[in-house]
Nanobody
Framework: QVALVESGGGLAQPGGSLRLSCTAEGSMFSINALGWYRQAPGKQRELVAAITRGGNTTYTDSVKGRFTISRNNAKDDENTVTLQMNRLKPEDTGVYYC??????????????WGQGTQVTVSS
């Protein structure tokens, strides 16, 4: 079992930056993928970025070049994943969820989800 604790988020102006962090605590044996999904009002959840234990990253096209995901695997029972969001746009607004799963492909349907943190980009 893994517990996810998220921090960060909030309000930013267009062009600004925010950082999201998530600490995954517990047995990390079966957790290869950590990442972030987001859900905008009236839209389905979408994968924003994910990173494997080996450092392979995946980004949705709309955030490439603006967002950077990183991961700290230093502890066997605690991993941290961070999403640095730069050059924010209003369409980045939504609830961001930290997700842990065996693979990136299984995150949506079989992952462990955090409680979500609100990101609002508005002038």
């Amino acid at each position: 079992q893994v517990a996810l604790v998220e921090s960060g988020g909030g309000l930013a102006q267009p062009g600004g930056s925010l950082r999201l962090s998530c600490t995954a605590e517990g047995s990390m044996f079966s957790i290869n993928a950590l990442g972030w999904y987001r859900q905008a009002p009236g839209k389905q959840r979408e994968l924003v970025a994910a990173i494997t234990r080996g450092g392979n990253t995946t980004y949705t096209d709309s955030v490439k070049g603006r967002f950077t995901i990183s991961r700290n695997n230093a502890k066997d029972d605690e991993n941290t994943v961070t999403l640095q969001m730069n050059r924010l746009k209003p369409e980045d607004t939504g609830v961001y969820y930290c997700v842990a799963a065996f693979t990136v492909r299984t995150m949506l349907d079989f992952g462990t989800w955090g409680q979500g943190t609100q990101v609002t980009v508005s002038s």
